[in-house]
């Protein structure tokens, strides 16, 4: 037998193994592991590296509209070209309803600017704004039968807070189908009080966003999504966690034995408030919601990577530019309030995690991988054609040099972005060679791939949360 390429001579991790394999790629698909496979029209040495399941970034936002003024700074070129040089074979990027708008319209936009676009495989989450009775009855439930599966609400922000009761009828729909629901866990009329009184006391500079939003504010929010939840009795994620209060709301609904995970990202783990406090409007770079808190709360986000609280770790990646068209846009700097939430790092996702993580020892590889690659596909309903290396799997493979030293740059990266907030971190390990279906994206550091190479997938239910028996 001849396959299509071979990666020769590399240790292959899952989420549970750590062995010495050569994978053999067929038709895009895992066919065989194991030594001395035979011949292949294509072999890649990967000698001294590790060869890993491609990573799934399930937060991402790319494309996504903003305030008037404000542009997103990746489309779904940039953006899944960034993700294939961080060692990423599919991403999970926000399809959003702005209100007043049709969701099946919402999803037709999106298709259009991301098909035949994509360097990796996509698929996409719907944002709920507006659940009118169309959205509930109608639209919402035919869009997770075709395989949109997931769904994010916001209980902050002015054009997509829901209320506790829309809460309460889009997990209904959820509990209906199966879908996940995902919650962005912050509670908005404690930040708009706080926000009005910072700004009458003048306190507009970016710093303040921190302010604006402290730990009580994402832990009260935090319970009461997991309090609806509970009464509809259908899994919900809670996303972008940032510290230990959260957290323990989360450990606690899983002690109870409900279905409630937990999501962190890169900048709870490297970032703290004191970034926002550049000089002028530097500070910017960092805002991000929830914001990035202290040192303490650091420790207990990787606590919780490490004891299953948080199953997932995504990036978060919602870039915007340093300049008028993002976090300088003219009404930003009059106070932090207008400032564009959200940071880059799609990118670097992945080297954050495996040099702070593998490389100082604080998690093993394997935990690497389920929190880089396998949790997302099993949460997410792509496992095991996701997130794994295993016959039969989709060939998504990433091939790590682990000692490589890094410093992190703008320079170096691929994003859209002008800036990077993780500006000379030093990483030890980086993702060299991308395979996306068998297909090398990124070869030994170079583009090699195509954007038309990604396609949209249609996903199951989670296999992490099956829906409760009908009563
Ligand atoms: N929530 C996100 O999920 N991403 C960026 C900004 C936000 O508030
Ligand atoms: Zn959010
Ligand atoms: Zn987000």
């Known amino acids: 037998m001849t396959f299509d390429t071979i990666i020769r001579g590399g240790t292959v991790a899952t989420a549970s193994d750590t062995f010495r394999s050569d994978v ?39 494309s996504q509209p903003n305030a008037p003024g404000i542009v997103m700074a990746d489309n779904f070129e940039s953006g899944t070209r960034a993700a294939a040089f961080g060692g990423n074979t599919m991403v999970l990027p926000f399809c959003l309803q702005e209100r007043g708008q049709s969701l099946r319209q919402a999803v037709r936009d999106y298709h259009a600017k991301a098909d035949g676009n994509c360097y990796v495989d996509v698929s996409f989450h719907l944002i709920i704004s507006d659940p009118t009775e169309q959205v509930l009855g109608q639209d919402l439930p035919a869009l997770i039968k075709d395989g949109y599966t997931s769904f994010k609400v916001f209980m902050t922000y002015e054009d997509l807070a829901l209320s506790d009761r829309q809460i309460l009828e889009v997990m209904s729909v959820a509990r209906e189908t199966g879908a996940l629901v995902m919650v962005h866990a912050e509670n908005f009329d404690a930040i708009r009080f706080l926000t009005d009184r910072l700004e009458r006391a003048g306190k507009t500079a970016p710093h303040f966003h921190g302010t604006s939003r402290p730990i009580p504010v994402e832990r009260e929010a935090t319970h009461r999504a997991i309090a609806l939840a509970e009464l509809i009795d259908v899994p919900v994620m809670i996303v972008h966690v940032s510290n230990r209060e959260a957290m323990e709301e989360i450990r606690r609904a899983q002690q109870r034995g409900l279905k409630v995970f937990g999501e962190t990202c890169p900048q709870y783990l490297v970032l703290t408030e ?20 202290d040192a303490a709360s650091q420790v207990a986000c990787w606590e919780g990577l490490l004891h299953g609280v948080f199953s997932v770790f995504s990036s978060d990646h919602c870039p915007f ?17 207008w400032v564009p939430n959200g940071i880059p790092g799609i990118e670097t996702r992945l080297p954050i995690l495996f040099s702070e993580g593998v490389s100082k020892g604080r998690i093993d590889l ?3 991988v389920a929190l880089s690659a396998t ?3 099993k949460t997410y309903g792509l496992y095991p054609r996701k997130g794994t290396i295993a016959v039969g799997s989709d060939a998504d493979i990433a091939i790590w040099d682990p000692k490589r030293e890094v410093t992190i740059s703008q320079q170096i990266l691929h994003h859209g972005a002008d800036y990077t907030p993780y500006e000379g971190l030093r990483v030890t390990g980086w993702p060299m060679t991308t395979l996306v279906r068998g297909e090398v994206i990124v070869s030994d550091g170079a583009l090699a ?12 239910i989670s296999s992490f949360a099956p829906p409760s028996r009908p009563e």
């Open 321 to 337: 530019r340093y300049d008028e068209s993002g976090k300088l846009a003219p009404r930003g700097r009059t106070s932090f309030r």
């Open 375 to 377: 949790n997302h596909a």
């Open 366 to 368: 394997n935990r690497f």
């Open 274 to 293: 004191k970034d926002m406090e550049g000089l002028n409007m530097e500070g910017a770079k960092y805002v991000c919601s929830p914001p990035p808190r």
């Open 24 to 62: 053999g790629i067929s038709a895009g698909r895992i066919t065989t592991l194991g030594l001395d496979l035979g011949a292949a029209r294509q072999v890649i040495d990967a000698t001294d590296r590790l060869v890993l399941p491609g990573g799934i970034d399930s937060h991402v936002h790319i």
């Open 449 to 460: 791939g195509s954007k038309d190479h990604g396609q949209h997938l249609a996903r199951d």
